[in-house]
């Protein structure tokens, strides 16, 4: 089974408008955390978010927020008020556990966001 | 603030080759990471380090070696490029470990073609 799936491989959204990019996760591991990665097309990978299977409250960092709902396994990335800047790749990705030496993060395959102005 | 840093950008190779992509980083992290990014997949950890001297495989470590003389570099050596291993490597590193929040930094990519 496929630990993180995002199933829109592309979108387009008008500027301005919000934007909701999927991610479901699949852990049996109580502590995990769960990220998200902007990849423009210039290549390289920058980190946007943050969220933790004990955190209390979503995550919120500028324009995104991660909508998390833990009993359905599930981490949206949710995008404000779109600008043409945020045309990129998103990548989601799970980090299983507190152990070290497990700092592995397993990505999905990715959601293409394309905003139309 | 350079962050982390891999040279070259672009690189071709023939098959049976060999090469080393470079990764530094001047953040100080004790972490360091290899992965592989191929067309319309996410990436793929090859190798990680915990710090100076200490290695350990990943999901796909085959055809790949690595080795961390220092904090601050860990070279990826490909022995015999086979047109298998045509990719995007990326490196990155962490700062904390042992804890969920462990944020990844990447550097720009090596776009590698084996042909």
């Known amino acids: 089974a496929q630990k993180i799936t995002q199933t829109q491989p592309g979108m387009f959204v008008q500027e301005k408008e919000a934007v909701t990019l999927d991610c479901t996760y699949d852990t049996s591991d109580p502590s995990y955390g769960l990220f998200w990665y902007k990849q423009p097309s210039s290549g390289e990978m920058i980190f946007l978010i943050y969220?933790?299977?004990?955190?209390?409250q979503n995550a919120t960092e500028g324009r995104y927020s991660l909508n998390f709902q833990k009993a359905r396994k599930s981490a949206n990335l949710v995008i404000s008020a779109s600008q043409l800047g945020d045309s990129a790749m998103y990548f989601c990705?799970?980090?299983?556990?507190?152990?070290?030496?497990?700092?592995?993060?397993?990505f999905g395959t990715g959601t293409r966001l394309t905003i139309i102005p | 603030n350079a962050g982390v840093t891999q040279t070259p950008k672009f690189r071709i190779l023939k098959i049976g080759q060999s090469m080393t992509l470079q990764c530094t980083q001047d953040?100080?992290?004790?972490?360091m990471y290899w992965y592989r990014q191929d067309p319309g997949m996410g990436l793929k950890l090859i190798y990680y380090?915990?710090?100076?001297?200490?290695?350990d495989k990943g999901e796909v470590p085959n055809g790949y070696n690595v080795s961390r003389s220092t904090t601050e570099d860990f070279p990826l050596r490909l022995e015999l490029a086979a047109p298998s291993q045509t990719s995007v490597y990326f490196c990155?590193?962490?700062?904390?470990?042992?804890?969920?929040?462990?944020?990844?930094?990447f550097g720009a990519g090596t776009r590698l073609s084996v042909l």
């Open positions: 380090s915990v710090g100076a001297g200490i290695t």
């Open positions: 969220q933790g299977s004990y955190d209390q």
């Open positions: 953040m100080n992290h004790n972490y």
């Open positions: 990705a799970m980090r299983e556990g507190t152990n070290f030496g497990n700092e592995k993060l397993t």
């Open positions: 990155a590193s962490s700062r904390l470990a042992g804890l969920a929040k462990n944020i990844q930094y």
